[in-house]
Each structure stands twice: as C-alpha cells, then as structure tokens.
C-alpha cells in the first residue's frame, strides 16, 4: 500500500529557516505533530497512514533536526518553546491547537500548554512523563561536563549507505520490518559530502545539558494545564522503564494532570509510531474533536 504524500514548506521562525511537513488537505481540521530527539516530522509517516479521518498534519523538523537550520553549536532547550510558539502563531493564530507530541515533542508541547492554557484545546503525550527523579543531582558535575564535552566536534555514526542503516534500525528496534525500517533510513537520514549516510540531526544534540531535570518543575507546569490530555504509554517504553517499578511517582506525574486518560499501547517500544501507528491512530482519532 502506498504512502500518503507529504509535502513540506520553509519558513521563517524566530530567525531560523524551518521545514514545515504537511499531510492532508489545508482546509481539513488541522493538528500539530511534534517529534522527538534524534527524530524528524517523517516518523509520523506511519500514523498518517492509518488515519482513517481527513486530517491536515502540520509537522515540523526542530531546529537542528532534519531539513530545518542546523545551529552546529550547543542548543538551549528552552528555545524550543519559543520555537513553538511561534509556530502555533503562524499555523493557528488565535484558535487553540490540537498538539500531538512524541517524546522530547510532548514535553515541549506540555510545558507550552502549561505555560499558555488558552494556546491547546487539545494535548496527547506519547509515551512520555518526564525523566526520572533527579533528587540529587550535582548541578557543578553537570556544568563541568557541559564545559568539557563542547570543546570538542561532536560526531554521529556513519554508515555506507541507506541498507546499512536500515539494518541498524531493525537491530536497535526488532519490531520494524524491511519496509519500514528502509522506508525511515531514507526519511530520517541524509548522504554526507562523502557518500556515507548518517542520521538528520546535528551531532550537537547530543551534548548533554548543563542544568540537571527537575521533575517538580515540570510538574508544576502541568498542573495548569487546562486542556485534555490523552497519554498514550507503551507497554515497553520508556514511561515504563523509568517509573514501572515506582508507581508512587508514575500516580504522583499522571496526577499532575487534572483532564487525563492514560492508555496504553500494546507490544510496543519507546518508538510507537512505529511500533503500533494503527492502535495510535484509533487513539487519536478516538480523543481529537474535529470541527
């Protein structure tokens, strides 16, 4: 069966050029899909598919992410948000979104529908709910590993072609088939001035932060959320692998929210738009409102 076509723009957001990938038709109600890190907007390509209503997908490549400007030095998380917000001016204007976040998306996406209520009539996480506790984190540790790991180039892995790592794919996820796993290799990817193929992500993404994840903060943004949330949690993802075996702070985040379902998604890894792009399509078709 063949893919629905996606098309893609570029415009202007805060100063960086920004791919913009569509699906569906302009005058169909319209939803923001976000994906997460080491990702770009054509790993919703499966969910698109799926979709049985006329949707319009208004996907974007982060910056520093797939075809969008690549900044080729550290990155300030925060920008993200405004990233966003931006975005929702542009393609929504005054009417509240619809947000569909994956990952590193749905955090991005909860903490603005924290931050601006009145910006999301609708949120769904997928499996995401933060990273584990840090109680204890060594902010000066953190900062000095900040410090010493941008003095040096930081490098993604290289592969010869396309079959290369499509195989990759398949080994660090066994639930991708051939199809799909050479179908992402492409869309995810891009041929370096040397002919070998490496992920769409700038190899500064990987630096980590220098300010340590505070899960009360994140909390406390949820908490003002006024929008209802579906959170869609695969059964081996990594909600689970963080918070399966401390179900008091799996109940203290869900409680963060005041409007939630939790669903969750079965035999599925982190990556279930990938895994399970049909039960997500039926969840989300089940929850968005179209009008």
């Known amino acids: 069966m063949p893919h629905i076509p996606s098309r893609t723009e570029t415009i202007s957001v805060r100063g960086l050029n920004y791919c913009i990938r569509h699906w569906g038709p302009p005058d169909a109600p319209a939803v923001f899909f976000l994906h997460g890190w080491m990702d770009t907007s054509a790993t919703f390509q499966f969910v698109a598919d799926a979709l049985k209503q006329s949707w319009h997908i208004i996907a974007p490549d982060w910056r520093g992410y797939g075809a969008s400007e690549w900044l080729s ?15 929702l001016d542009h393609y929504s204007g005054d009417k509240p979104a619809r947000v569909v976040g994956h990952s590193m998306g749905a955090n991005i996406a909860s903490m603005i529908a924290g931050v601006r209520p009145e910006r999301i009539a609708q949120l769904v996480m997928l499996d995401f709910l933060g990273l584990k506790p840090q109680n204890h984190a060594d902010v000066p540790a953190a900062m000095a590993s900040w410090l010493n790991a941008i003095q040096e180039q930081p490098q993604l892995r290289t592969y010869p072609d396309h079959a290369s790592l499509a195989r990759r794919l398949m080994a660090t996820n066994p639930r ?4 799909k796993a050479a179908f992402l290799s492409r869309a995810v990817s891009r041929i370096r001035l040397d002919g070998h193929v490496e992920m769409a992500c700038d190899p500064w993404h990987k630096i980590p932060s220098p300010m340590p994840y505070r899960a009360e903060d994140a909390k406390a943004t949820w908490r003002r959320i006024e929008a209802p949330v579906l959170m869609l949690i695969a059964d081996q993802g990594y909600v689970h692998q963080r918070f399966g075996e401390d179900p008091e702070e799996f ?20 990556n279930v738009q990938h895994d399970q792009p049909e039960q997500i399509a039926k969840a989300l078709e089940g929850f968005l409102v179209s009008d």
Not at 176 to 179: G, I, S, T, V
Not at 259 to 267: E, G, L
């Open 73 to 87: 030095r550290p990155y300030w998380f925060h920008e993200y948000y405004a990233d966003l917000d931006c975005l």
């Open 176 to 179: 991708l088939d051939e199809k």
């Open 251 to 270: 109940r203290s985040r869900i409680e963060s929210f005041s409007n939630v379902q939790v669903v969750t998604i079965s035999d599925s890894g982190h």
